[in-house]
């Protein structure tokens, strides 16, 4: 591990390693195996598993009710780019002993806003130029990358869709800003999280001028993008809510909607968060196939929700069962385009051992290849794909067929509907999907 010389942040972990289900090494892998072959795939293809920079190295605890109680050893500069500097060597430390290859961020994750915009530009320049060697002399590449149009008090109305055009503007040098490190640094893909874009009254609120506005902004920063010869694709993340009441880009079909009212189709999928599925009341593997539907199933941002509140908690993945019923769809779909799973997720704030950032993106890695491996075997070995086929066998011939060639009018329904009496009542079978889901775990 060149790499990492006498600045060793993360002592005494060396490289996380599979060492199968057996093994009771808390610091390695018991499913996921980058090499292994699932599906025509390697583990580590399926998933291009990623980092993300702001839970991982910035998240140091902070909720409403107290401050951060983690001490990290790479914030204690008190310049502005040591620190960052400080922090890109632990964040490249920690991706290269997990073995993965990627790693995500915002502008401002990799050092903090300074009071200017020209002086946040230049600390984005110098910060950029240090990740490209480290990215060299790593192999680890660039996921995606985003700004944090969010966070600062001058969004506390919205970014693209503020109602004071200056802020708009603002949000604009700022993603040019993060555009420009994003393609500086090879960023496979660039994400929009609508972090305030949305709104908390009506009242106040000039809905239809705000969405156009978003859609004018998205517009011009995928040109701006094209025309520096950036070649990835955007996405859109959907949230339902938090920080706002009414998030313009709500869940999947909403943000597709988005994508195609403002002729964005050609570049733009979507980043699909777990937690923010189930809080728009949906489930996760619901969200992956709307948008594998529409064609735009890129990227994942890995994590889960709480049952027992309605936030966005972002927790490592752990529930195989359900995971499960996700990478149905991912294998169904083929995959993601162009994206990866990105580990958008915390240690919780009583889980103070840098070690425990470890365990928690080993379980996450381990759920997501195990999961994997079950939906792989669902898909091989039992009777799920023909029971899916057999129910929906009505429309393979006959007056089915033809309906689904769009061949029959309603008329065509009628007379059908008129000679052949009460249909049969056909079981929608639910248990026993479940169960086969169940037998393979
Ligand atoms: C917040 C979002 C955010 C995006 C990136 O809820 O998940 O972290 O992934 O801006
Ligand atoms: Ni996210
Ligand atoms: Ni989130």
């Known amino acids: 591990m060149a790499l990492i010389g006498d600045k060793e942040y993360f002592k005494g972990i060396g490289e996380i390693k599979y060492e199968g289900r057996e093994s009771d090494n808390p610091l390695a892998y018991k499913f996921y195996n980058p090499e292994q072959k699932v599906a025509g795939k390697t583990m580590r293809e399926h998933f291009k598993f990623a980092m993300a920079y702001w839970h991982t190295l910035c998240g140091t605890g902070g909720d409403p009710f107290g401050p951060g109680t983690k001490n990290f050893p790479w914030a204690v500069s008190s310049d502005a780019i040591q620190a960052a500097k400080d922090k890109a060597d632990a964040a490249f430390e920690f991706v290269t002993k997990m073995g993965f290859d990627y790693y995500c961020f915002h502008d401002f994750d990799l050092v903090d806003e300074a009071d200017s915009l020209a002086e946040s530009e230049k600390r984005i320049h110098e910060i950029v130029e240090y990740l490209k060697q480290k990215q060299e002399a790593s192999g680890v590449k660039l996921l995606w990358g985003t700004s944090n149009c969010f966070s600062n008090p001058r ?24 555009l420009d490190a994003t393609i500086a640094l090879n960023g496979e893909n660039y994400v929009f999280w609508g972090g305030r874009e949305g709104y908390m009254s009506l009242l106040n609120t000039n809905m239809k ?14 040109d701006y993008a094209r025309s520096q010869g950036f070649k990835g694709t955007f996405f859109i993340e959907p949230k339902p809510m938090e920080p706002t009441k009414h998030q313009y880009d709500f869940d999947c079909a909403t943000s597709i909607n988005t994508i195609r009212e403002y002729g964005l189709e050609n570049d733009f999928k979507l980043n699909i968060e777990v937690n923010h ?12 196939q709307v948008a594998a539907n529409a064609g735009m199933l890129g990227s994942i941002d890995a994590n889960r929700g709480d049952y027992q509140n309605g936030w966005d908690t972002d927790q490592f993945p752990n529930n195989v069962l359900e995971t499960a019923e996700a ?9 993601l385009q162009g994206g990866g799973v990105n580990f958008d997720a915390k240690t919780r704030r009583n889980s103070t051992d840098l070690e425990d950032i470890f365990l928690a993106h080993i379980g996450g890695a381990d759920t997501f290849a195990r999961a994997l491996l079950l939906a792989d075997e669902v898909l091989q070995k039992s009777s799920y794909e023909s029971l899916l086929d057999k129910r929906y066998g009505s429309f393979k011939s ?42 393979y775990s």
């Open 327 to 335: 990478m149905l769809v991912f294998l169904k779909a083929g995959g």
């Open 155 to 178: 969004y506390m109305n919205g970014a693209a869709s503020n109602p004071n055009f200056d802020v708009v503007a603002r949000a604009g040098a700022q993603v040019k800003i993060a």
């Open 277 to 288: 599925a189930t809080l728009a009341q949906h489930t996760f593997q619901h969200e992956l």
């Open 398 to 439: 006959g007056k089915g067929a033809e309906f689904v060639a769009g061949k029959l009018s309603l008329n065509d329904l009628y007379e059908h509907a008129n000679t052949h009496g009460e249909p049969e009542q056909i079981s929608g079978k639910q248990e026993l999907y479940e169960n086969i889901i169940n037998q």
């Open 209 to 222: 001028l705000e969405q156009d506005n978003i859609g004018r902004f998205l517009n011009m920063a995928k």
